[in-house]
């Protein structure tokens, strides 16, 4: 009959396996071997995936800003267009004061024609999102 202690042989049996595993990552961590099975290192594998699911999302990130940025460099242009034609509008409206009214005005075809630009820009878009929506902005 042969005494042993089971508990302390798995112990030491698990703890042996536990130190060749560290033993094959560190080794493989050193010499830049490639991962083959995923049963090979599945910590690797598993941080690898995380990095690469954080480069992707970092990536997506950085084209949601440049593409908010080029929205709202678009938008800012439309806002300096407008100012401009209000300016006008402004301009035209004090010089129609001294003109006679009526259709025949030179001032009044100018400014409808700048009415119309304006509500041309009102309704621009920009991959298919309107600029100036109270909703969208």
């Not at 593409?67 to 401009?84: D, I, N, T």
Request: no cysteine.
């Amino acid at each position: 009959m042969q005494l042993t202690n089971f508990a302390f042989m798995t112990s030491r049996q698990n703890y042996l396996d536990a130190q060749r595993a560290s033993f094959k990552s560190s080794s493989r961590i050193t010499s830049g071997s490639r991962i083959i099975n995923s049963s090979d290192d599945a910590a690797a594998i598993s941080q690898a995936g995380k990095m690469k699911s954080d480069m992707l999302s970092k990536s997506s990130y950085i084209q949601n800003l440049k593409s908010a940025r080029s929205y709202l460099k678009f938008q800012e242009a439309g806002y300096q267009k407008v100012f401009s034609i209000y300016q006008r509008m402004e301009e035209l409206s004090s010089e129609s004061l001294l003109q006679p009214k009526g259709p025949s005005n030179p001032f009044n075809k100018e400014f409808e024609e700048l009415r119309k630009e304006l509500e041309n820009i009102k309704n621009s878009k920009m991959n298919g999102i309107s600029m100036f929506d109270p909703v969208a902005t």
